[in-house]
């Protein structure tokens, strides 16, 4: 637990939501989502402990997890994962600004603490992977076609 009142730099998503360019696989979508669930879930717990929300902050809380347990509960698609990405983000800064007002309301934040940095070398293994196989298909085929062309 936390209980410091304070956003680490990164929040719930690690900072990977604010790089200037991200190419997400449907694993990054998952891996994110289960990030997210987890702060969902421990802040939960802390809304239903802390007196100091008025009735307006909970039924917008209520509101806020049932839209949230709604998209996590959906298959990430292989094709339109980007689409899913930019929205579990959406959903991660929420819960950031959740977890600020949870502390400036509450005697302490419940859960896990956010994330410092996500784990990239998975990721980079990944596209460098798929970087090597379109060469080595562009590559192949320029071979052949010159094969062919005599």
Not at 75 to 85: Q, R, S
Request: proline content about 5%.
């Amino acid at each position: 637990m936390c209980g410091c009142g304070q956003i680490t730099i990164g929040g719930v998503d690690g900072g990977e939501c604010d790089a200037p360019v991200k190419f997400p696989w449907p694993s990054d979508v998952d891996a994110l989502k289960a990030r997210v669930a987890l702060q969902v879930d421990a802040l939960d717990l802390g809304v239903k402990s802390c007196a100091g929300l008025t009735a307006e902050d909970r039924a917008a809380w209520e509101l806020f997890v049932g839209t949230w347990r709604a998209f996590a509960k959906k298959e990430t698609p292989v094709f339109g994962a980007y689409g899913e990405w930019v929205t579990a983000c959406s959903y991660a800064h929420t819960v950031d600004a959740w977890r600020e007002k949870i502390a400036s309301k509450c005697s302490s934040v419940p859960g896990p603490n956010p994330i410092h940095g996500a784990e990239t070398a998975a990721s980079t293994v990944k596209w460098v992977s798929a970087a090597v196989l379109a060469v080595a298909v562009v590559g192949g085929g320029i071979y052949v076609a010159r094969m062919v062309r005599g």
